[in-house]
């Protein structure tokens, strides 16, 4: 082992000793297969590239960090068979995921009484965090969210605007959110429109809506349905100013969309431009790994993989660790907010900025100020 290793650099052999000790392992709920399966596979980009990081430089106190990711769909069934999986096996600390609250939610009970941490880190259903004091959330939510989408449409110009939202706990609670904000910022909704997850042919839906006569179509919609929307839209003729709500940024929203997307604005508590030092090497580190752009998704995950290794650094590693920690760490690093503290009674991040963000020339760019054509 001696010769083997002469000549070894400090970092190479800190990196060779994590890689030989046992991993601190976090176990994640989301879908690897199925509707959502693009979303889970963001989430492992960014897993990696945080754990790149990580056990690059040694890991947590020479151990290496680690994940295993059990494939949900996203579906509340079988989030409920993996939380039964996670919280039998003593090597998990806590749990990431599920992707969409319903199917968090639905699990919740499972961690709560097992005291393992669930850490929903795209949950933004307003109830997530009310499931017990083991759930936790670095995602803004909706009740929060939704007042600073009306106040970007009114800026934009829309008097009238028609909402299409998912028909989904999730949807319902965005769309409950921006109709109670609206009427305050001299917003009159004039048609409200749900569809089902699955669905694909949004022109009965859009013909509702352009028989309302609208000035502005607002989308709470995941970026999928968000982009074939809009392409729907344009193809009919329908010629507004559209608004979708922060599900909708990624680069997938332009790639979807093509031109059907041009002129859209999007709001986004992330954005890749910015010049913050950190989220300028998050961004190159991502592009030089994965050749892509980073979006919202992946950045989440890298924030949330980063904030468990810092956990396990400071409280150490057990599941009694990670709860204390996340009541008491604050200011940690993030590409998303700069800085991330938890609220202890919401168990949810304080302090989110939003941007908007419009598509221009095939590319999100940050809003110019100019009202939507």
Known sequence: ME??????SAAALSSFVAQAAEPITAGVSGPLTGPNAQYGAQWKRGFDLALDQINGAGGVKGRPVQYVFEDSQ????????VAQKLVADPKIIIELGDFASPASMAASPIYQRAKLVQF?????HPDFTKGGDHMWSNS????????????????LGMKRPALLHLNTDWGRSAKDAFLKAAPGLGLEVVAVEGYLPAEQDFRPTLVRARDSKPDGLVLLSYYADGALICRQARDSGLVLPILAGTSNYSPKFIELGGAGVEGVSVMSTFFPGDPRPEVQDFVKRYRAKYDLEPDSFSAGAYDTMMLFAALCERYGTTREAMQTGLTEIRDMPSVIYGKVTFNTETRRVQGANYRLLRVKSGAFQVWDGQKAA
Not at 3 to 8: D, M
Not at 74 to 81: F, G, K, L, Y
Not at 120 to 124: E, K, L, R, V
């Open 3 to 8: 010769t083997a290793l002469a000549g070894t």
């Open 74 to 81: 996203s579906d509340p069934r079988q989030s409920v068979a």
């Open 120 to 124: 929903g880190f795209t949950n933004s």
């Open 140 to 155: 803004t939510n909706q009740a929060e969210e939704q007042p600073h989408l009306a106040e970007f449409a009114a800026q």
